[in-house]
């Protein structure tokens, strides 16, 4: 059955900002054909996002949307969802927003394993500015602030989080869109903190300067270095540099260790003690 | 604890008695001294009544945070001294500019940097200003005892839900760390104001989060309640959006701006003892205005005409009100615990009409009396 994404869009906000052959338009589809899967009350649901060209996903979508300070989302959704554990939090941040200038609220949202489902854009570079290199640009690729080769290392932001305590993470591509919609769908239902970091591509940005290419050789790149996690698992060692896990990596269900739920637990001992 | 009786109260724990008063019920922030007492209290107080308090991972979430509880609908409040403020600016921006009610507590110590952690200063007059970026409204209240710390909490918290505006309460160290002897009001004394959120059949399609309203307040629906309106820091027009147009960023700013400026009777607070033949006026706020009230007193005692005024919103700055008392007044005199930040306003707003000297120290000790006194005198 044909899905119907568009009452999740704000059509008069159409058509988005990002460039041509850009990858986030099918997380944007992919987002709302999963959330279209879940029994998620649209108007119980916030989008909150950062700064960057992920910062105005949220703009386009038709729900209660916040679109805050570079870096901060994560801080933000996560005082929306204790005031209010009832809504649905969802964060769009991009791999600059949510590694660097982020990073340490990435981290401790997954340490307190608050239910917010974040989703990370993930196109290896800063692309609203014009393509400096981020903290998941490769090593030795060329950005307009690494002229000569990136010598940072890159962050593998699946260990990362799973580390830090996210109970459910994920990692999906857009050049495979249906498996993308499965993960989010399984991150807005998951109770708990929920990454689903998303292989996107800045052709503009990082393809055409890096010798990928356009839109469709970037999308093939993804497909070459990519494998299901299932089959990652049993690959040796030496097989498994340069490339990417995809699907659910990681996933604990303990909806009773979920920050909110233990916030409750607090109150509610108060509430006992006047019965 | 029966509020008729007298308590033994510190200058942190008023604010959270003022803010659990006013009907606080989040709190998110970040341990510093010497504001933590004003942390632990609410982590005390909030889950009694059912609000929520959370310790975040740094200064700048701590401010995000709470702006987030705001607009699920909550009064919120954060707390922080000077190095925390300055970390704070930033999302304290984003939260004037999406109009989201909330307290931020700044007990001053002394900098600039680590500086004197546990020594009293007033050295962020001018940040509680101007410290995030852009032209901005602000409010900024100070004050001088316990018992006005528990008062301004109050007024504080009324002010961010009325205005849909972030409030600064700038305590300094001696107030912060202070216990004196308080009664503290019953409920039913006092007046607790709440934000003004969209009427139960307003058109939740049509929906305009700024529209202009005749009092310049939008009002604010809570998250989740089916408005599903956007939010940005970019300038906006009345729908929520961005359209970058210059002729909609000034729309905003001057709504912005109006809104506090068309209500200065109310928001600006001040004690004042000035008689017909002062011609002395010592003007200050915060623990400063302790000695300057002891200091004039004692000058009355030796015959001086010398009065004081004590501002307790320094923010938007009492410029009428000085205005016209360097109308009368030969010589102001400004204590402050800095090198001299809000002399600037009074010397601005006196206009060459009367003296204005200063008496300053920013080595993280008191003011005392005396030093007032002798300026009262004229003895050098």
Known sequence: MAVDIYKYLREDKLPHIWCPGCGHGTILNSLVRAIDQTDIDPDKTVVVSGIGCSGRAPGYLKFDTLHTTHGRAIAFATGIKLANPELNVIVLTGDGDGSAIGGNHLIHGCRRNIDLTVILFNNQIYGMTGGQYSPMTPTGAVATTSPYGNIDQDFDLVDLTRSAGATFVARGATYNPRQMTKLYKEGLEHKGFSFIETLDQCPVNYGRKNNIGGPTEMLDWQKEHTVPASKWEKMPEEEKEGIFPLGVIHRKDDPESEYTARYQQIIDSFAKEDE | ?380
């Open chain 2, 1 to 380: 604890m029966s509020k008729k009786e007298a308590v033994l109260l510190q200058g942190d724990l008023a604010v959270v008695e003022g803010g659990m008063a006013a009907g606080a019920e989040f709190f998110a922030g970040y341990p510093i001294t010497p504001a933590s007492e004003i942390a632990e209290g609410f982590a005390r107080e909030l889950p009694k009544v059912g609000g929520k308090f959370i310790q975040m991972e740094d200064e700048l979430a701590g401010m995000a945070c709470a702006i987030g509880g705001s607009l699920s609908g909550k009064k919120s409040i954060t707390a922080t001294s000077g190095p925390g403020f300055s970390l704070k600016q930033e999302n304290l921006g984003l939260g004037i500019m999406i109009e989201a009610p909330v307290v931020v507590v700044d007990v001053q110590r002394v900098g600039p940097s680590t500086g004197l952690p546990t020594s009293p200063s007033q050295g962020d007059v001018m940040q509680a200003k101007w410290g995030t970026h852009g032209d901005h409204p602000i409010i900024a209240l100070s004050p001088s005892s316990v018992k006005e710390a528990f008062d301004l909490t109050v007024k504080a918290f009324n002010f961010a839900e009325k205005y849909r505006q972030p409030v600064i309460l700038l305590l300094d160290e001696i107030v912060g760390h202070m216990r004196e002897k308080v009664i503290l009001p019953d409920a039913d004394e006092i007046e607790v104001w709440d934000r003004k959120r969209p009427p139960a059949d307003a058109d939740k399609e049509n929906f305009n989060p700024y529209e202009w309203t005749d009092d310049l307040v939008p009002p604010m629906p809570d998250y989740g309640t089916g408005f599903r309106y956007h939010t940005t820091g970019l300038f906006h027009d009345k729908t929520g959006f961005p359209r970058g147009t210059t002729e909609d960023a000034k729309k905003l700013m001057d709504r912005m701006t109006a809104k506090i400026e068309n209500n200065l009777d109310e928001i600006i607070l001040y004690d004042e003892d000035i008689r017909e033949d002062d011609n002395i006026v010592v003007l200050s706020y915060g623990s400063t205005a302790r000695s300057a009230v002891s200091a004039v007193n004692e000058a009355r005692e030796n015959g001086l005409n010398a009065g004081w005024i004590k501002l307790k919103t320094i923010w938007p700055f009492a410029e009428e009100k000085v205005s016209k008392l360097a109308e009368k007044a030969n010589k102001i005199i400004v204590p402050e615990l800095n090198q001299g930040q809000l002399i600037r306003e009074v010397e601005r707003a006196a206009k060459g009409q009367a003296e204005v000297v200063g008496i300053n120290r920013y080595d993280g000790t008191l003011i005392k009396p005396e030093h007032v006194l002798a300026e009262i005198e004229g003895v050098k």
